[in-house]
């Protein structure tokens, strides 16, 4: 037996013992002094097997008591199936970061609706165990620590802290998670949809919206805006030098902007060398160059350009081959 098992049946053992001495104090004293709690900074250092302790104390405390044979057989066959030594070991860490409970959940794969992807949807657990220990916590959170409350004697409101302290790491856990998933998806919008975004042109607005219908650029099944996004536009403002010279190229740009969701990238923070997008794409030029010239004139000189972040480099092809570079800006609203 292992040193998580052995501190775990101590644990189990000491909690045991002073809930019978405090329900036995509870029949002469109307108010209990404060006992000392748990160190919460403990929490992280928690594993299933210390929900399973948690539950069983509960359990051997109800048991007996009018009204809660049902829900104590419940509880004991949930706890035969989970009660293993493959599972108990596992830090509760695995269950507060499961896929499924950080909002970053997707479609099913091809992959795994064909049945070729048989892995746990929770790293560690087998079949069934995360949907045991899901059921486990709702009743011993819910209907044990009712029944504790309500036996007679009942258990003081210390003592149930005390018992519930692993589901109580467990719970906090999974909430500073979903705090956490809350602000970056509110994290991404903002970076997409918010101030510091490009700005689009009417073809644009009108591109994408339509095309949240359509995949990769639609949202996912939990919400989670697309990182891409329709180039569509008509640019004037890239610059050159030919002869010696600064001039002006006017371009037309169809291509994809990816956003980059990386912590300490975009707006400020990240400055120039991390920005918030990156886009890449087809750049299109008229037989000469200057500003507002159409791309359509003359034999068309075709290229590609490449954004990283407000810098725009273009390379276009043809008898006057260029090189070219502008900032991602938008000098009329809505227009170019």
């Not at 002073?18 to 404060?34: D, N, Y």
């Not at 210390?158 to 856990?173: C, E, H, W």
């Amino acid at each position: 037996m292992d040193r998580h098992m052995i501190a775990s049946r101590q644990l189990h053992v000491a909690v045991a013992a002073f809930v019978l001495a405090s329900a036995s104090s509870a029949r002469t004293a109307a108010a209990q002094p404060p006992t000392a709690r748990f160190d919460t900074a403990q929490t992280r250092a928690y594993t299933i097997g210390a929900l399973v302790e948690a539950s069983r104390s509960a359990v051997s405390l109800v048991r007996g008591a009018p009204g809660s044979a049902a829900l104590v057989a419940r509880v004991e066959r949930l706890l035969v199936r989970v009660d293993r030594p493959d599972v108990i070991r596992l830090p509760l860490d695995v269950l507060v970061r499961a896929p499924f409970r950080q909002g970053d959940a997707r479609e099913a794969s091809f992959a795994r609706v064909a049945r070729w992807q048989r892995r746990a949807v929770v790293p560690g657990l087998g079949a069934g165990d995360a949907a045991d220990l899901d059921s486990l916590a709702r009743l011993t959170v819910a209907e044990l620590k009712f029944a504790m409350e309500g036996r007679q004697p009942p258990v003081s409101d210390d003592s149930v802290d005390i018992i519930l302290t692993p589901y109580t790491a467990l719970q906090r856990g999974e909430l500073q998670v979903s705090i956490a998933t809350s602000l970056e998806k509110l994290n991404r919008f903002e970076r997409k949809y918010g101030p510091e975004a490009p700005r689009l042109n009417l073809a644009e607005v009108g591109l994408n919206y339509v095309a949240q219908w359509v995949p990769p650029f639609r949202p996912n099944a939990d919400g989670w805006p697309s990182r891409f996004e329709i180039v569509a536009s008509y640019v004037p403002s890239y610059l050159t030098i030919a002869d010696e010279k600064a001039r002006a190229v006017t371009v037309a740009e169809l291509g994809l902007r990816s956003y980059l969701w990386q912590r300490g990238w975009g707006g400020a923070v990240g400055g120039i060398l991390r920005p918030g997008y990156l886009s890449v794409g087809v750049a299109v030029a008229g037989d000469r160059d200057g500003a507002f010239v159409s791309p359509l004139r003359g034999k068309a000189r075709v290229g590609g350009f490449i954004g990283w972040g407000e810098t725009k480099v273009a390379v276009i092809g043809g008898d006057e081959r260029r090189l070219l570079i502008t900032r991602q800006m938008q000098l009329l609203p809505w227009v170019f």
